[in-house]
């Protein structure tokens, strides 16, 4: 009697183990189902919104013109107009620090940050911007002493940002205001190894929005460039001692 016992009980162990491990299995696949339709929806989701593109293309690309188009003016006027696209051509260019070549058409090299800005000026007017400065520091000291404080809120297209108020021989990095994008205020500079992409150890020329924790990957006419740029953190703006025509 008690091995009858017995063996009916551990049958009973061994129907409610398998139920157990049966239950197991189909909660598993459920949810395997129920995560990869929500990798699907996410990644879809991504996608449609350009976030795939912007957090995991690597590749280095720009869809914007590359073409350089000689903009010197006769009477050392700017048009913002021109300023935006001329120094839209040199995104993805490589960055180096110190690096000031100045020359009318595209650097051969890469570009420093101060120099970027100098080159932006000298393609447009034919002067570059530092030149006027009787400063004997830094180029982005000189670039400082060749403008004027204006608020943020008064920002116009060719106006500098600056990360410090220059000192000593600090390096202070700076980039142009060419507008806003998504309603955040949009800076082009030459950026250091936080820019950095494939074969672009150093950085690189981008496009970034300021002070926000938002990444871009668009120019001003909506080309797109890659990798996407991390944000700016200008704090200090200054107005370019130039005539700017329209």
Request: charged share 25%; aromatic share 8%; hydrophobic share 40%.
């Given at each position: 009697?008690e ?14 183990q ?19 339709v ?28 590359t073409?350089?188009?000689e ?35 595209k ?8 120099a970027?800005?100098d080159?932006v000026f000298?393609?447009?007017?034919g ?13 982005s000291?000189?670039?400082w ?21 220059p000192e000593?021989?600090k390096?202070n ?5 060419i ?7 949009a ?8 820019y950095?992409?494939?074969g ?21 006419h ?21 005539e700017?025509?329209?």
């Open positions: 009697m091995d009858r016992l017995r063996f009916h009980g551990n049958e009973r162990v061994k129907r409610i398998e139920i157990r491990r049966r239950n197991r299995r189909r909660r598993r696949i459920w949810l395997g189902l129920l995560l990869t929500l990798i699907v929806v996410t990644v879809t989701l991504l996608d449609r919104n350009g976030l795939f593109e912007m957090f995991f293309n690597n590749r280095v690309s720009y869809a914007g013109n073409e350089y188009t903009m010197v003016s006769e009477d050392g006027t700017a048009s913002r107009e021109d300023l935006v696209s001329l120094s839209q051509i040199l995104i993805n260019h490589p960055f180096a620090l110190g690096q000031e070549e100045l020359i009318l058409g650097p051969a090299g890469p570009i420093g940050s101060g970027f800005v080159w000298y393609n447009l007017t002067e570059a911007l530092s030149e006027k400065s009787s400063e004997t520091g830094p180029l000291t000189r670039l002493d060749q403008s004027t404080a204006v608020m943020e809120s008064d920002l116009e297209v060719g106006d500098l940002g600056f990360s410090m108020v000593g021989s390096v990095h700076v980039g142009i205001y507008g806003e994008i998504n309603g955040e205020k800076f082009i500079h030459a950026g250091g190894v936080q950095k992409a494939e672009l150890e150093e950085g690189r020329v981008v496009i970034s929005l300021n002070n926000t924790l938002k990444r871009n990957n668009v120019d001003m909506g080309s797109k460039f890659s990798p996407s740029a991390p944000s700016t953190q200008f704090v200090y703006y200054r107005r370019p001692n130039i700017f025509v329209k």
